[in-house]
């Protein structure tokens, strides 16, 4: 058992609200960095020469994710411009809070767009039932570890 379980932490709603930032940057940074690439390399496909032959389904799918993924990318680095206009206000709390619910957002903008990105290759690639199969299994796997699993952990820890 870990000696400070059952223990609250001794710290000023300040500290804790520092706290709760840093370890919300952390998390920011590995997201960001995912939907950066992806959205890279998403905007470099339209320039390829096969691009030009894809059906107008596969066409409308690239068009869907790199929506997605730009909307990812914007949404993952909106806690910076949070931060830059709201810094030396005191409202710390308030702004862990705001763009804590803006990564949850970004992070499941960005689930889609992994999943939108898979089943564009894959219907690319192998076409039909077997790429939505495996797209689908994919987003699946993403709803248990991101979302089952810590909902379960936090209902065992209640």
Do not use: C
């Not at 992994?114 to 219907?123: R, Y």
């Amino acid at each position: 058992m870990n000696p400070a379980e059952g223990r609250e932490r001794r710290e000023t709603s300040f500290e804790r609200a520092d706290r709760q930032w840093n370890d919300l940057l952390q998390e920011v940074r590995v997201a960001q960095t995912g939907a950066q690439i992806l959205f890279g390399f998403l905007l470099s496909v339209a320039f390829m020469p096969r691009f030009g032959t894809v059906s107008p389904f596969d066409r409308g799918l690239y068009v869907v994710t790199v929506v997605l993924g730009a909307l990812a990318t914007g949404t993952l680095i909106a806690p910076v411009a949070y931060h830059r206009r709201l810094a030396g206000r005191r409202l710390k709390p308030e702004l862990v809070r705001a763009t804590a619910r803006l990564v949850v957002l970004g992070v499941v903008l960005l689930a889609l767009t992994v999943g939108a990105s898979l089943l564009l290759l894959l219907h690319v690639v192998i076409g039909g039932g077997l790429a939505w199969g495996i797209a689908g299994g994919v987003m699946a796997w993403f709803a248990l570890t991101w979302l089952l699993l810590p909902w379960l952990l936090l209902r065992h820890h209640r």
